[in-house]
């Protein structure tokens, strides 16, 4: 059986080093391709373009992740910016909203991470809260770890059973949930660390922290299962 095709999105950064070369850079770290292939999907990097390709790119898909990285511009969920939220990123809010609406009304298989699910919290008409404390590492670019709590009988807990430590590194969290979604998992303050559709229909799901800094594959043998249908 061919191994299912796997679109991950990327960051598009302005300046990138890599031997002698200093360049504009579509980049993504390395842990989401290699989760992907440790759950037995194929990887096809998605780095910003025009939001309305979004649905032939998602077409050529069998399933679909958002990746972390930068915060969702405030405006975009008719909120006023917060001093602490960092700046914004238009292209990817642009193209990874298009991304994710076309996978929904597709029906591809979607996992959110971090801010990917933040933005399909926003996609579907939810809010966040712009800052929490206590669920990243104590220096910029170390993660930290807390225990996260499946609720029974959804989709997450349907692949990690049990309260697990995972491994996090945000500071924003979804306030109002979006139409259609509901909590998959709970972090021990009550931070929403899971999101869904629920277990009809479309696998749709998201986690607020990074799987692909840890050695759980669950969540994404989850998508990459669905993707093979």
Do not use: K
């Not at 959804?154 to 979006?178: C, I």
Request: aromatic fraction near 6%; charge should be negative.
């Amino acid at each position: 059986m061919t191994a299912p095709l796997v679109g991950v999105s990327t960051y598009l950064e302005a300046s990138a080093r890599w031997g002698v070369w200093d360049l504009p850079a579509a980049l993504l770290p390395a842990g989401y391709p290699r989760l992907v292939q440790a759950a037995g999907g194929l990887v096809a990097m998605l780095p910003p373009d025009a939001p309305e390709h979004a649905a032939a790119v998602v077409a050529r898909l069998d399933a679909l992740v958002v990746a972390g990285g930068p915060d969702i511009d405030p405006a975009l969920y008719g909120a006023d910016r917060d001093p602490r939220t960092g700046p914004p990123a238009p292209e990817r809010d642009a193209w990874e909203l298009a991304l994710i609406r076309a996978a929904l009304d597709s029906g591809t298989p979607l996992l959110g991470i971090c801010r990917g699910m933040e933005l399909l919290n926003v996609a579907l008409g939810g809010s966040l809260r712009q800052h929490v404390e206590g669920h990243r590492g104590t220096e910029n670019g170390v993660f930290g770890e807390h225990l996260v709590e499946p609720v029974p009988g959804t989709r997450y807990a349907s692949l990690v059973p049990e309260a697990a430590s995972v491994p996090t590194y945000h500071h924003q969290a979804v306030d109002g949930l979006g139409d259609g979604l509901t909590a998959g998992a709970y972090a021990e303050d009550g931070t929403v660390e899971a999101l869904e559709t629920g277990t009809e229909g479309a696998w749709v799901l998201g986690v607020q922290w990074h799987p692909e800094m840890g050695a759980d594959t669950r969540v994404m043998a989850g998508l990459v299962a669905a993707a093979r249908g």
